[in-house]
């Protein structure tokens, strides 16, 4: 089958919307006609990185309805609600990145990272689509397979806060929103959002934000000691750029000497702009300080429908995350609207 889809030729090139070969499923693939896709900031890096083949589709987000399955899938039947993501429903150890088989353009294979949803249709892995009620599928689900996942997963998996805590997210943009929403659910007692942009940042505080910064006007380290007399529990970087990689170091409560004397944990959620940042090892040593990453860590079949759960009712507000929609043939506009900071929250695709 044929199914109009986005794609580079070149790193660095314009996205072309053309239409892709998709042959019939085998193993445990599947097709899937989707209804939306989330336009990720990771995407963007994507399509600088030389390292990445071509031609090469993007997109790792959806939801869509399953239009054919492969011989060996049990998982999924022809009609069922899906969504698509790039984190496996089978809890595996280390980073596995799958192959893209069956896919091609003008005869010759395409390429991609776990998963595509730029695309009319797709085809992927049964292990990475995640079957859903029809209720939940709706376009704003789409954000659930990964700004919602990656945000919220940080702060209910990796860092588990507990009632009381106190926690800062830099950055907020759909994936930053997500785990503002997260530690509110969570009862968290102090949401502070940091950010550039004052309207992203009053816009946080339909999600949960109890206080908000403004980096370009004020140091935020120096006022997030002054809100939390010290420091918080759990630091969050939405971001990835080297000042906010060390900047939620240094926004966490220290510790001391003693074997229950911990200080703050920080959680690095947004991917890296460079692979090298210089940080204070005293930091660490003298206060007990904790420095970790997340990557999309969730649990799908457990962890996507108790999101749409709290979706519906009206605890996460998935829809008021999407601020922008665009059709595939807009693509372009899209990606540089992510690039020059013009998006609010999370924007997608509607087919």
Known sequence: M?????????????????????????????????ISSGICHSQLHQMHDNSLP?????????????????????YVKEGDYVIATWVPRTPIKGRYL???????????????RITFTWSETIMCDDEYIVKIPEKYATSESCIVGCSVLTGAGAVKNTAKIKEGDTVVVFGVGGVGLSAVT???????????AVDLDQNKLEFSKKFGATHIINAKKTNPIEEIMDITSGGVDYAFDAIGKEITMKQILMATKKGGSGSDNKGGTSVL?????????????????????????????????????????????????INEMITET????????????????????RSIIKY
């Open 2 to 34: 044929k199914a109009l889809s986005a794609i580079q030729l070149k790193p660095n090139d314009d996205l072309i919307i053309d239409e892709i070969d998709i042959a019939d499923p085998e193993g445990k693939q599947v097709q899937v006609k989707l």
């Open 54 to 74: 071509r031609p090469f589709l993007l997109g790792h987000e959806a939801t869509g309805i399953v239009t054919k399955v492969g011989p060996e899938c049990n």
């Open 98 to 112: 799958p192959g893209l088989k069956g896919v091609s353009y003008m005869e010759e294979p395409l390429n991609h």
């Open 182 to 192: 997260m530690a509110s659910i969570m009862k968290a007692s102090l949401v502070i």
């Open 269 to 317: 959620i947004g991917i890296p702009e460079k692979n090298e940042i210089e940080i204070e090892a005293n930091e660490f040593i003298f206060f007990q300080k904790t420095y970790m990453g997340s990557l999309g860590a969730t649990y799908p079949e457990e962890d996507f429908p108790y999101f749409l759960d709290m979706y519906h009712k009206g605890k996460f507000p």
């Open 326 to 345: 665009f059709s595939l043939n807009e693509i372009n506009e899209a990606c540089n609207k992510l690039k020059n900071g013009q998006i609010s929250g």
